[in-house]
Each structure stands twice: as C-alpha cells, then as structure tokens.
C-alpha cells in the first residue's frame, strides 16, 4: 500500500515537472472556454468565453448556480435560439445587462477549427497541448 | 549587524524581481494563439493586461490572486443577477489526512463560499459530512471533486502545496474528516 502510494507520488510529481515545462507564466486566457459546438459547422468562428473577464463582475454562483449553467465546456448544447431566448449567454447579453446579441464577432472571435476546451487547462497540458486550428481533440480538456 | 539592512535590500529587490516576473506580461488577444488577429471587432474587447495588472498578483493561472482580490475589495463581482442580496459564507476547514506523503490538505471553506452558493458544490459534488467523499489524487487529476474547477478555471493542479498546505505534525490528534474552526 505505502510502496503503491510512493510510486504514484513519484509519476505525478514527474508529470508536474513536465506541465510545468510546459507551463506559459502568463496565461490570461488560463480557463477562457472555447465553444465550437457548432459554430464552425454554420460557418462561424467559435465562441471564446474568457473567465477572467467575466469573474470580475459577476460570482461564479450567479452562471453556474442561478443561470443553470453546467460545469462542463460544450456540456449546455448553448445555441443562438436559446441565446435569443434569454437563456445562457442571453440572460446577460441583452442590450440590457451587457451588450446584444448583434455584436457576433465579439463572441465569436475564435481562430477557426479550435474544438471545444477550457483553454491551457492542467489536463490540457498534461495530456496533449492542443494546437490551434487542429481539429482533432473534440472536447479536450474538459471531463465527463 | 551591518549585513542586515544589505540583506533586506537584497530581499527585497528579490521579491520585486520575482512579483515583476510573476505579474505583467499577459499576451494580448491578437497574438494569444486563441483568438482570430483577422477578426476586425478584435480591437473592441479588453486585452488582459489593461484588466488583470492591476489586481494583486499571482504565480500561476491567470497570474491573480483572486481571492485576495476579492477579499479585500479589489473586486466587488455581484452575486446575483437581480437583487445583489448576501449570500450565505461558511468559515471552516475541512482537514483531509489521506495525503500521504504529502502533506495534509486543509479544505477552507470560505474563500469557496465566498465565490459561490453551497449548492454549487452540495450535494453534487461533495456530500456535506466530513469525510465521506472518496476523494484521490487519480481522481482530481481526472477532473473530479476539485479538480472540476482547479486545472480548469481555479488555480491549476501543478500548485500542489496550496491543497497540500498542513504539516502533520502542526495538527495534533488530528482525526480523518475533522473540522478545524
């Protein structure tokens, strides 16, 4: 049991040294989500949700507990319809609290064929750096 | 004697040094690698730097230390979309002792309380008894239990000494699951 307990600890401290290397000091976007759902496919750019941002103004209680949102990138089927509804993103985005929805590139501003991620995410970074533009890690960095 | 004012010079410069290289810095949207340079609204969203400089600084994620931000008035985000009514704050710890041979980690319940409502966190992703959640390691680097926010938008997993943050032997008859006031 111990032995088994040391060895874990000496992977998982190798893997730290090695997502440390990787590590980029300064990460702004550190947990900005990207939302590629669907955009590419309708010929958007995909959406860029930048936590930061946002966490300034707003608890992370008032979207992830009273706006329903879940705590899974992709994990909402969030689209324009439900948007124009007032749902998600439209509860805020409604000329009223910030901006309207006529404002498209603001939030669409995605480099194209970015999949769906929490950007520079530890499991990101631990498990495959996923380039921009490369399209196949759907859903990387985010958990089930 | 005569050392100690060249000593606390040197410490000094050394801190600025090490807050300058923790702070600052921040890639601007046009050449983050996330957002598209050829989006001509580009210009019209705020680059991190403008925002994040001026909160206290920090050594990793977004390079803030976002509780202390908030704790001290830096930041006032709302908690609640309509009326910005109080919302309720819990201030304990919870000690995990399963941590071996790291140190223990002590759960602090206010800072998360701070942020967020008790049902973000009860009863989906920890039932409320001390104790009784089968949190590991394996687990949390999977992106459960803690690791649903830190790695993703809290302070990333590499920071392993700030879970890790009590010497066992500065809790004494400590029991598995004990709350600390």
């Known amino acids: 049991m111990q032995a088994a307990k040391i060895i874990l600890f000496t992977l998982l401290a190798a893997s730290a040294a090695t997502a440390v290397t ?3 000091p300064a990460d702004a976007e550190y947990g900005d989500v990207v939302m590629n759902e669907f ?7 995909p959406v ?3 936590h930061w941002f946002h966490r300034i103004r707003f608890r992370c209680k008032v979207c992830h507990g009273d706006l329903g949102f879940a705590f899974k990138a992709g994990g909402n089927g969030i689209n324009m319809l439900k948007i124009i509804d007032g749902e998600y ?4 985005h ?3 609290v910030a901006w309207s929805i006529e404002n498209c590139d603001l939030c669409h501003s995605g480099m194209p064929n970015t999949p769906t991620q929490v950007h520079n995410s530890t499991s990101q970074k631990l498990v495959a750096p996923v380039a921009p533009g490369s399209v196949t890690q759907p859903d990387a960095g985010s958990e089930d | 004697m005569r050392q100690k004012p060249a000593l606390v010079l040197l410490t000094t410069l050394l801190l600025t040094l090490a807050a300058g290289i923790a702070a600052g810095n921040w890639k601007t949207l046009r050449n983050d690698q996330l957002h598209d340079p050829s989006n001509p609204s580009l210009r019209v969203l705020q680059d991190p730097e403008e925002a994040l400089a001026l909160l206290p600084p920090d050594t990793a994620g977004n390079m803030v230390n976002w509780v202390t931000a908030l704790q001290r008035g830096i930041i006032s985000p709302r908690s609640s979309l309509r009326e ?3 919302h309720e704050i819990l201030d304990d710890d919870v000690l995990m002792l399963d941590t071996m041979p790291l140190p223990y980690v002590r759960f602090p319940h206010r800072p998360h309380s701070e942020w967020m409502g008790c049902e973000t966190c009860h009863e989906k992703l920890f039932v409320s008894v001390a ?3 089968a949190i ?5 680097l999977d992106g459960q239990y803690c690791g649903v926010c830190h790695g993703a938008v809290a302070f990333p997993l590499t920071e392993c000494n700030r879970c890790h943050n009590t010497d066992s032997s500065t809790v004494s008859g400590a029991r598995p699951g004990g709350t600390l006031p």
């Open chain 1, 48 to 50: 860029v949700f930048p």
């Open chain 2, 84 to 86: 910005d009514r109080e």
């Open chain 1, 94 to 96: 409604d000329g009223n």
């Open chain 1, 39 to 45: 955009s590419d496919d309708a010929g958007m750019r």
């Open chain 1, 89 to 92: 993103c439209g509860a805020c």
């Open chain 2, 136 to 140: 590991n390691m394996g687990k949390i």
């Open chain 2, 131 to 133: 104790g009784a959640n």
């Open chain 1, 22 to 24: 990787y590590l980029n």
